[in-house]
């Protein structure tokens, strides 16, 4: 696994028809994983695009099970779920999206540490990974401790929240040289929007990429403009990719 683009998307946004469609043409211009948002009323650690698609889908189809499993019939390609702690954790959900198979990995950013660490030993039986969570920001002890737990990591090029524009990317050499040591897969994730950076990042020794906003902000535009931009990078960063 290298060299691997994975886009985020909101359920059932801009609507549930829709989203499926969109997800599944993404995937066929070169998309590798999909991290597929849970709709919430509280998406605090996001930026202010992916809040305001949260804001249009909260409380609609997108959060009933016959919508995930329409998805997971639909789309070739690994789905993450991107989740927030009371919306799918708390509530007990994520236990029946494991039992159903609705999704290889899930991503909770507003978890603890030892949150997911209990979440990754209780969902390994059932093939559902957790990914942790690191960023350059993190000690060398630290960054240990995660990966002595957890397969995947979704890896911060910055201190914030996603979308930033302003914000200043640190160090990645810490995490890229223990993720190596380790053999464990490290994904970057906040502030990646082109096609050059993705392709630095993944030369650089990332597994894969992690693109948000980006491709939320596209499909505002249009659904053309997201795959052009899904193409773009697919086509930049497809050489050595053994997926």
């Known amino acids: 696994m290298r060299n ?13 028809v829709e989203s499926i469609r969109i997800m599944r043409q993404s995937v066929n211009e070169g998309l590798h994983v999909l991290e597929v948002g849970y709709p919430s009323a509280s998406p605090s650690y996001d930026g202010e695009i992916i809040q305001s698609a ?27 779920v991107m989740a927030y702690q009371s919306d799918f954790i708390d509530s007990g959900v994520y236990r029946t999206f494991a039992e159903e198979k609705l999704c ?16 990754q030993k209780e969902l390994a039986p059932q093939g559902v990974e957790v990914l942790g969570f690191a960023g350059v920001d993190t000690t060398e ?44 897969k490290l994904f970057a994730g906040f502030g990646i ?31 053309e403009s997201l795959y052009d931009l899904v193409s773009e990078i697919a086509e ?4 050595g990719n053994d997926t």
Do not use: C
Not at 236 to 239: M, S
């Open 236 to 239: 930049a960063t497809k050489e």
């Open 4 to 16: 691997v683009i994975v886009g985020y998307f909101l359920a059932g946004y801009p609507d549930e």
């Open 141 to 184: 002890q630290t960054l240990r401790r995660i990966m002595k737990v957890h397969n995947l990591i979704y890896f911060r090029l910055y201190v914030g929240k996603t979308g930033s524009t302003n914000a200043e990317e640190g160090d990645t050499s810490l995490g890229l040289r223990v993720a190596a040591e380790l053999d464990k």
């Open 193 to 223: 929007s082109t096609a050059e950076r993705s392709k630095k990042l993944l030369s650089d020794g990332f597994d894969g990429v992690i693109i948000g906003t980006a491709f939320v902000k596209a499909l505002n535009d249009s659904s």
């Open 54 to 80: 949260h804001a249009v889908v909260t409380g609609h189809g997108a959060l009933e099970l016959s919508y995930w499993k329409k998805l997971r019939a639909d789309i070739d390609a690994p789905i993450w």
């Open 104 to 119: 290889d990995a899930i991503v909770i950013p507003d978890a603890s540490d030892e949150m997911r660490a209990t979440l």
